[in-house]
C-alpha cells in the first residue's frame, strides 16, 4: 500500500485498468449525484441548469480530470509530492505543490458536512427497512425529516457510524475492502436508480420532470448558477482534492488517461441524471417544492417507498446504495487528508487517521447544529450557517480556483513532452486537452468567478 512516510506508491498499482475505473467511479459517484445535483438543479431552475453543467463536465471537468491523472501517473506519490516531481522534471518551479495541499484542506472541508448528509441516509437506510415510510405522504414525511434534522444526538451518532467506518478503512490501507465494496455494490445501485426511474415514469409526473430537467429557460440563469454548475463539476467528479492525482499514482503502465476519463465522466454524469428523473416525477407529482435545497432527495424519494410494493425493501435498500456510495467517496476524501498529515507530521498512518477523524467528528458539528437550527451555528457576522459557509467556501471558492492552477499548471507549466507521453503518444487528444488546459477551461473559469464574485456573500 501506499507508504506515507516514504512518501511514494512504490510499483504497486491498481491490479487492472478496469479497478481503476472503479475505484475512482466510486469517489465520483456519491452524494454529490444523489444528493445535490437534484436540489441544486431544482434550486437553479432546471434546464438550463442541466445545460451548463454538461458543458462544464465535457469542457472542464474532464480535461482537469485528465490532468489530474496524468499528474498522479507521471509522480506516482502524494498529491503534493506528484506536483512537486512533475514540476520539476519540466523544470518549473516545485512551489506548485501547493495546489495538492490546498486540495487537501477543500476535501477535509467537504468530508466535514458529507459525513453528515451520509449520515441523514443511514438514518434512512433504518427508517425504510423499519417500514416507516409505508403509507406515509409527503407532509408526514417532512415532519419525519424534521424530527431528524431536531435531533443532534441522533444526528452524532449516525455521523460517527460514517467516520468510525472510513478511518476504519483508511487506518489499514484501501485496497482490498475498497475494491471488492465498489465493485458488487455500484452495479447494485445503478440498477435500483433505474429501478426507481421506470416506478417514477409509472406513477409519477414524469413529462413535467423531463420538461424541467431538459428544457433549458435561460432567464432563470444567473452567473451565480454558472459558477454553482462549474463548481459541482469539479466536486461530482472529485477534482481539485488531491483525489484523482492519488489514484491515478496507481495507475497501470500503458492505461489510457483519455479512455478511462471519459468513462469515469460518463458513469458519473449518468448517476446523476438518473437520479434527477427519479426524484423529480416525485416532486411533481406530490406538490413538493424543486427548490427546496438540501432536504429535497429526503422529502421525495422516500413517499414512493411509502406507495410500491415492497417499498419497505426497496427503501431500505436504495439508502443502503446511498450510505455505500457516499462512504466509496468518504474514504478517497479522508485519504487525501490522512496521506498529506502523514508527510507533514511524520506520524504514523494509523495515529494521522486518528487525528484527523477526531477533527472531523468536531468540525462536522457545526453541519449538525446547522440543521439543527442552533443559533450559535448561524452567527451574525457570517450572515449565513456554518454549513452554507462551507458549502459556497469549497464549491464555488476552493474547487474552481484549484481546478483553474491545475489546469494552468498542466497546460502551461508541465513539459509538453512529458504530457503527451503520458497521454500514450496520441497527438489529437494530447492537442484537444492541451486547448482545453491551455485557454478554454482557464478563461471560463476567470470569466465565470469574476462575474459572478459580486454576488458572493462573504
Ligand atoms: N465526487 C463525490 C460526489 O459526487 C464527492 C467528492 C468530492 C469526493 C471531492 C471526493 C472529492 O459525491
Ligand atoms: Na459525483
Not at 486540495?103 to 425504510?128: C, N, Q
Not at 416507516?132 to 407532509?139: I, L, R, V, Y
Amino acid at each position: 500500500s501506499f507508504d506515507a512516510k516514504v512518501g511514494r506508491a512504490g510499483t504497486e498499482q491498481w491490479s487492472s485498468r478496469m479497478v481503476y475505473v472503479l475505484a475512482m467511479t466510486g469517489s465520483a459517484v456519491g452524494l454529490g449525484n444523489i444528493w445535490r445535483f437534484p436540489y441544486i438543479m431544482g434550486e437553479h431552475g432546471g434546464g438550463a441548469f442541466v445545460l451548463v453543467y454538461l458543458l462544464c463536465i465535457g469542457l472542464i471537468g474532464l480535461p482537469v480530470l485528465m490532468s489530474e491523472a496524468l499528474v498522479g501517473k507521471f509522480g506516482r506519490r502524494s498529491p503534493a509530492k506528484s506536483v512537486a516531481a512533475i514540476a520539476q522534471a519540466s523544470g518549473s518551479n516545485r512551489g506548485w505543490s501547493v495546489v495538492g495541499t490546498t486540495g487537501s484542506i477543500a476535501g477535509f472541508l467537504i468530508l466535514s458536512f458529507y459525513v453528515v448528509i451520509a449520515g441523514w441516509a443511514v438514518a434512512y437506510t433504518w427508517f425504510g427497512f423499519s417500514g416507516q415510510f409505508t403509507g406515509k405522504d409527503a407532509e408526514q414525511i417532512g415532519e419525519l425529516f424534521g424530527g431528524l434534522l431536531a435531533s443532534p444526538s441522533s444526528l452524532m451518532v449516525v455521523s460517527l457510524v460514517m467516520i468510525a467506518g472510513i478511518t476504519f478503512v483508511v487506518s489499514r490501507g484501501i485496497r482490498a475492502g475498497l475494491e471488492a465494496a465498489v465493485s458488487k455494490m455500484m452495479p447494485l445501485l445503478f440498477v435500483l436508480l433505474s429501478v426507481l426511474v421506470v416506478y417514477a415514469a409509472v406513477t409519477g409526473e414524469f413529462g413535467q420532470a423531463v420538461q424541467f430537467m431538459f428544457a433549458p429557460d435561460f432567464s432563470k440563469l444567473t452567473w451565480t448558477s454558472v459558477l454553482v454548475a462549474l463548481g459541482h463539476s469539479f466536486f461530482t467528479l472529485s477534482l481539485a482534492s488531491g483525489i484523482v492525482i492519488m489514484y491515478g499514482a496507481y495507475l497501470p503502465e500503458g492505461t489510457s488517461i483519455a479512455r478511462t476519463s471519459v468513462q469515469i465522466a460518463l458513469l458519473d454524469t449518468v448517476v446523476a441524471l438518473l437520479a434527477g428523473l427519479a426524484i423529480f416525477p416525485i416532486v411533481f407529482a406530490n406538490g413538493l417544492e424543486p427548490g427546496a435545497g438540501p432536504g429535497l432527495l429526503f422529502h421525495s424519494l422516500p413517499i414512493a417507498f411509502g406507495s410500491m410494493p415492497m417499498g419497505q425493501i426497496v427503501g431500505g435498500l436504495f439508502f443502503l446504495m446511498v450510505v455505500v456510495a457516499a462512504f466509496t467517496s468518504g474514504i478517497s476524501l479522508i485519504e487525501s487528508t490522512v496521506v498529506r498529515f502523514c508527510e507533514i507530521t511524520g506520524l504514523s498512518r494509523i495515529n494521522s487517521a486518528m487525528i484527523v477523524a477526531t477533527t472531523l467528528g468536531l468540525m462536522s458539528l457545526l453541519t449538525v447544529y446547522s440543521f439543527a437550527g442552533a443559533d450559535w451555528a448561524s452567527p451574525e457576522w457570517l450572515g449565513m450557517s456554518y454549513f452554507d459557509a462551507i458549502d459556497q467556501l469549497t464549491e464555488k471558492v476552493m474547487l474552481p480556483l484549484g481546478g483553474l492552477a491545475i489546469a494552468v499548471f498542466t497546460g502551461w507549466f508541465v513539459s509538453r513532452e512529458i504530457s503527451l507521453k503520458l497521454l500514450n503518444g496520441n497527438a489529437l487528444i494530447h492537442a484537444l486537452w492541451l486547448f482545453c488546459v491551455q485557454f478554454l477551461a482557464p478563461a471560463a473559469i476567470v470569466v465565470v468567478f469574476l462575474q459572478s464574485v459580486g454576488v458572493l456573500r462573504f
